[in-house]
């Protein structure tokens, strides 16, 4: 995507090169290993317009389901049900508001009586799982289930000398990927794995794409909400797929279909009934927000690194995919030995706020634990504190994800995509605007925490102090805030207090939050509903149109007093309350 007003997809699974510009000043290449080159250009739109573009072809995302964008609570990995159950009443009994919880190591591959079929619950750990769903969800909670797309030759998860069930069932029905002599590809997947010991789902076959989707349905059917597809980064050049293709080809393919395969069935379990789908994927290619959603993959907890999840973030949006979030807390933490460790406090909070401030958030870590009663008590009151608020930002944010579903653009967007005018923000990758009128500003460990703020009076969310752009602003490193500004007249609808739970339902008695200096015109968007709100500042009188959202207040920060305000030409009471004005019936 070039500011030059022009976008390039390049049109193929196989392996390519790009050169942007490092042997040449004057020109990009890109060469591919397809015997012709295809692509499509787009041309003379901004980048909004590009990025719409772009998702006209290959597709934009579905709706996802409400309770998503609520706190996912997970580590690599909860055990046992007993273990469940402990972790949901120690949720409840610190007071956060949570959704999901997810689940790592569920299978029975894992033990040594692993069966013949994909996707089984190992019962000796989790007996009657149905049950066990059942117990969540009266308790709010939806539960998300790992899986990743190779089979483990070696029966107990590669323990043992014996071929697994599971194994000679998928070999038998010719359902692995094939070396050139015609048999399962046995292959290394990781730095720390078992050797040349797994096999790869084909997911070019119809047989076998029929099969792994009738597990995934039986999952859904039990009340599963999403799976989480794992890995499927490696596949070797010359292994031989079912349609005849090689891994050379097939590479970037592979990961797509996977998370297809795995889409598909949910959707098509969930629409039976009455329901959403969505997927939590590690991996994918062109196209991918056609399933949703995404995960940043095995991170670090340190916040150098939490700066890095931030450019690919918003990379991963300008090219489409909006549904997104990352391992919460840092999927890696080791001390100087090498011993895996909780992450320090700072960096646990720092991650939890920007985490909060994401599309998607989920807590997730390797072995040490994520949840965040096990911290400072500091630490537990800051992550309470921006727990809450995402919560209680669920209207906007959800509004927010249906401009994603609508027209393509993302969710977290990087400062260019909503200032393409202002030069300075083509090379700030620090921030960010969460939707249209929220921008975010995360803390890594810089010594001065700078921000940009564009052409504008901004608002400083916690204290309503105005800032006039355009220019940049030192902001105080507070370890319980992520900083936060409101757009020059935009409009944030928001919950008057945070919910334990999302409620499949409308959002209703809004407080909606205003930076006004003149006049603004808001669309907010809920299931089924297109609200519009606007706002006139005349003089020392605020005028407000509301059509069909449920307002219960208006907080309006302004930079005059007023003494009247006119809400559906209704008069409504104005009481100051520091910076802002509280506006009510």
């Known amino acids: 995507m070039s500011s030059g007003g022009y976008s390039i997809l390049l049109n193929t699974y196989t392996r390519s090169h790009f050169n942007m510009g490092a042997t040449s000043g004057v020109s990009y290449t890109m060469e591919t290993e397809d015997p012709y080159l295809d692509y499509y250009m787009f041309c003379n739109r901004d980048y909004k317009g590009l990025l719409a573009d772009y998702t006209a072809l290959s597709g934009r995302s579905e709706m996802v389901p409400r309770w998503s964008f609520g706190f996912w609570m997970s580590k690599m990995s909860y055990m046992n049900r007993e273990e469940i159950k402990e972790i949901v009443t120690q949720m409840d009994a610190f007071g956060m508001s949570v959704d999901v919880i997810h689940i790592d190591a569920w299978l029975d591959l894992m033990s040594e009586n692993g069966g013949p079929d994909l996707l089984a619950f190992d019962l000796d750990r989790f007996p009657d799982p149905e049950d066990m769903i059942i117990w969540l969800k009266e308790r709010g909670i939806h539960l998300s289930l790992w899986m990743f797309p190779y089979v483990v030759a070696k029966a107990a998860w590669g323990r043992s000398q014996e071929l697994s069930a599971l194994y000679v069932n998928m070999r038998n029905r010719g359902f692995l990927v094939k070396n050139p002599q015609g048999d399962p590809y046995l292959f290394a997947i990781d730095e720390g794995g078992f050797g040349k010991g797994y096999a790869a789902l084909d997911f070019t076959n119809p047989e076998a794409v029929a099969y792994i989707k009738s597990r995934v349905k039986r999952l859904m059917k039990m009340g599963v909400g999403v799976i989480k597809t794992d890995f499927s980064e490696e596949i070797p050049e010359d292994a031989v797929f079912f349609d005849g293709s090689i891994g050379l080809q097939s590479h970037n393919k592979f990961t797509l279909l996977y998370a297809k395969t795995i889409y598909e069935a949910s959707r098509e379990a969930k629409e039976e009934m009455g329901e959403r789908a969505l997927l939590w994927g590690r ?187 355009p220019r940049w602003i030192t902001v105080e490193k507070d370890i319980m805030t992520i900083p936060l500004f409101i757009r020059p007249n935009s409009a944030i609808p928001m919950l008057q207090e945070a919910p334990m739970h999302i409620e499949d339902q409308n959002f209703a008695d809004l407080a909606v939050v205003m930076n006004l200096t003149d006049e603004l015109e808001h669309r907010h968007y809920d299931d089924g509903v297109e609200a519009v709100i606007t706002a006139k500042l005349e003089e020392d009188m605020v005028n407000v149109t509301i059509r069909e959202a449920d307002v219960g207040k208006i907080v309006m920060y302004l930079p005059c007093a007023v003494k009247k305000a006119i809400v559906n030409q209704q008069e409504w009471t104005v009481e100051e309350a520091g910076n802002a004005y509280i506006i009510h019936p």
């Open 283 to 469: 991996s994918g290619f062109a196209g991918s927000q056609n399933y949703p959603a995404n995960w940043a993959g095995d991170s670090s907890a340190s916040e150098n690194n939490l700066s890095c999840i931030l450019k690919g973030g918003l990379s991963i949006g300008i090219s489409g995919v909006s549904f997104w979030g990352f391992d919460i807390g840092g999927f890696y933490s080791y001390d100087f030995d090498g011993n895996r460790t909780m992450p320090q406090d700072d960096e646990y909070i720092r991650s939890s706020q920007m985490g909060l401030m994401s599309p998607l958030s989920r807590s997730h870590g390797q072995a040490t634990p994520r949840e965040p009663w096990k911290y400072s008590k500091k630490t537990q009151k800051a992550f309470l504190k921006i727990n809450k608020l995402r919560y209680r930002l669920l209207p906007y944010i959800y509004s927010t994800a249906y401009e994603t579903h609508r027209q393509g653009l993302p969710m977290m967007r990087a400062m260019l995509l909503e200032f393409q005018e202002d030069l300075n923000t083509r090379d700030i990758s620090t921030q960010y605007m969460l939707g249209g009128s929220l921008l975010v500003a995360p803390v890594f460990d810089q010594k001065e925490h700078r921000v940009y703020l564009p052409t504008g009076d901004w608002v400083d969310f916690y204290s309503g102090r105005r800032h006039k752009g």
